[in-house]
């Protein structure tokens, strides 16, 4: 925290909240967590920020045995973490139920995120989750989607279904561009080499296939930064699972043999560290030597908390910054949150995580994007004319009929908004 005591005033404004959110969740994940020396102003300040990245339950847990737990804010927070444990449970019987349909289809999944990390903490319902990650051996993707169908009328059971480990992996040996459906050998090289790693762990009746430890951490680093490191619950899953790492932890196996790959990692948990006060005993030489984190990391990290939000949930850029054309405050402010993402930049350029600027990564990540423009500008454009269409219908009725309803069919444009299948 030295590197972001020096900044200067005007720049800490940027990251005060992620400071304060810092503050209350380092060691929030452990049996019995320390009081934290936090005010209830504090508190009431970041409590939305909590609720929004999930880390609500984990507020509560901090600030159990304080006088915090009886404010407004720290009722707020126990509330959370009581439908995050009712949660859990329906979570809980909705992964059983996958497995069985999967197993039943001669499928043998594995889960990866979510419970897989949620069972490590030491109540089940300080980690909440949404989408069920469950990956399947590359040949059989198909047929693990037609096994899930039957899903699709029910609510719940939300699965994000992968084929094999290559995208959580992002590049493990070689870029990991291009994989469809099994088509591509190192695909189903990484899934071997994975599975066979991978262990069965109980829960109640089933037992759930999850990653082995040194695959499961360096996939919850990958998957922190690639996503930006916006919600501090992704970087107490690194924690934890450092803080519970098996007595013969292979480290090695962990890193990989990929040296950018493995400075990722180490610099996830030199940030779990520094950020969090995370444990971990037993740090090889090749770790320590890569794991301090280059000046701007930490302060990009305490940024994305005080904002809080989704990159992924912003919305299309071409529509937001051309609806702010005429104040410049919230034009520029626009941009600068799209900006601002140096961590998620750097992993998309598959650059160095080292004291040089970040600008270029930053810029090469933004020309990735400019094939998006024609779809934004193509959404605007059918919005448009729904719209017309919608208004001329309306006048064509007649003024003060609002609530009738165009007889003749009105100008389908859907079709031209399809895009591929969800990631």
């Known amino acids: 925290m030295d590197l972001i005591r020096k900044s200067s005033g005007a720049s800490r404004s940027h990251f005060q909240r992620g400071r304060f959110l810092s503050a209350l969740l380092a060691g929030a994940w452990r049996a019995v967590p320390t009081v934290p020396s936090l005010t209830e102003a504090k508190?009431?300040?970041?409590?939305?920020?909590?609720?929004?990245?999930?880390?609500?339950?984990?507020?509560?847990?901090?600030?159990?045995?304080?006088?915090?737990?009886?404010?407004?804010?720290?009722?707020?927070?126990?509330?959370?973490?009581?439908?995050?444990?009712?949660?859990?449970?329906?979570?809980?019987?909705?992964?059983?139920?996958?497995?069985?349909?999967?197993?039943?289809?001669?499928?043998?999944?594995?889960?990866?995120?979510?419970?897989?990390?949620?069972?490590?903490y030491p109540d089940r319902g300080l980690r909440p989750y949404g989408d069920i990650d469950i990956c399947v051996r590359p040949d059989r993707f198909a047929k693990a989607e037609q096994a899930l169908k039957c899903l699709e009328s029910l609510d719940g059971h939300y699965v994000d279904l992968h084929s094999g480990f290559a995208k959580l992996e992002l590049w493990y040996g070689r870029p990991a561009r291009g994989l469809h459906h099994g088509q591509d050998a190192h695909a189903t090289l990484l899934w071997d080499k994975l599975f066979e790693r991978s262990q069965l762990v109980s829960l109640g009746e089933e037992r759930i296939r999850v990653l082995g430890g040194e695959d499961h951490l360096r996939i919850l680093c990958l998957h922190l930064l690639r996503s930006g490191a916006w919600r501090p619950l992704w970087l107490c899953d690194v924690a934890v699972a450092l803080e519970t790492l098996a007595a013969d932890f292979d480290w090695e196996r962990c890193l990989g043999n990929d040296p950018k790959i493995a400075e990722w990692v180490a610099c996830t948990i030199g940030l779990a560290q520094q950020l969090l006060g995370a444990r971990s005993a037993d740090i090889p030489v090749r770790l320590s030597a890569q794991r301090e984190a280059p000046r701007w990391l930490a302060p990009a990290i305490l940024r994305q908390w005080n904002r809080s939000l989704n990159p992924h949930a912003i919305?299309?850029?071409?529509?937001?910054?051309?609806?702010?054309?005429?104040?410049?405050?919230?034009?520029?402010?626009?941009?600068?949150?799209?900006?601002?993402?140096?961590?998620?930049?750097?992993?998309?350029?598959r650059g160095r995580f080292n004291n040089w600027p970040r600008w270029p990564y930053q810029l090469g990540e933004l020309l990735l994007h400019t094939s998006e423009v024609p779809k934004q500008l193509a959404s605007m454009i059918v919005r448009r004319i729904n719209e017309l269409n919608s208004w001329w219908q309306r006048h064509r009725i007649g003024i003060g009929k609002e609530e009738a309803r165009p007889r003749r069919r009105r100008i389908r444009s859907a079709w031209f908004l399809r895009t591929g299948a969800r990631e």
């Open 315 to 349: 919305e299309p850029a071409l529509p937001a910054l051309l609806a702010q054309t005429l104040e410049a405050r919230k034009f520029f402010a626009e941009i600068y949150v799209r900006w601002d993402q140096p961590v998620r930049a750097t992993v998309a350029m």
């Open 43 to 120: 508190l009431t300040e970041i409590a939305p920020l909590l609720c929004q990245t999930g880390s609500a339950a984990l507020g509560w847990w901090r600030i159990t045995n304080s006088e915090l737990a009886a404010s407004p804010a720290g009722q707020e927070l126990h509330e959370a973490y009581r439908k995050f444990r009712l949660s859990a449970l329906i979570h809980e019987r909705e992964i059983a139920y996958i497995f069985s349909l999967l197993r039943d289809a001669g499928i043998e999944p594995v889960l990866v995120k979510g419970w897989a990390i949620a069972r490590l």
